[in-house]
Nanobody, 120 residues
């Protein structure tokens, strides 16, 4: 499975960004998906995950209510709508494919990252 993330950029605090991830080489509609992020000097952390049908979604506590994960199985695409962005959201964001778990996603495949920078 190949994953290609896009949509990152520089935004002011309080602004919005929408990340996209295109998938190829696998059965997207049968694969749970998610987003992770890694800030400078920190470990990669879970942000959000979504089940194959989109009916189950999980979020890191600090982004719940501000971020929305979604998917379009017809387009083999995953999205992350990020609103009310904060400087602490600054990180490289990665899309991932794997298996949904109670706490997020067990990752089998990683995409390359896209940089999100939130200025104060």
């Amino acid at each position: 499975v190949q994953l290609q993330a896009s949509g990152g950029g520089l935004v002011q605090a309080g602004g919005s960004l929408r990340l996209s991830c295109g998938a190829s080489g696998g059965t997207f509609s049968r694969t749970a998906m998610g987003w992770f992020r890694q800030a400078p000097g920190k470990e990669r952390e879970f942000v959000a995950s979504i089940s194959t049908s989109g009916g189950i979604r999980r979020y890191k506590d600090s982004v719940s209510g501000r971020f929305i994960i979604s998917r379009d199985n017809a387009k083999n695409a995953l999205y992350l709508q990020m609103d009310s962005l904060k400087p602490e959201d600054t990180a490289v964001y990665y899309c991932a494919a794997g298996t949904l778990t109670l706490t997020g996603l067990r990752v089998d495949y990683w995409g390359q990252g896209t940089q999100v920078t939130v200025s104060s």
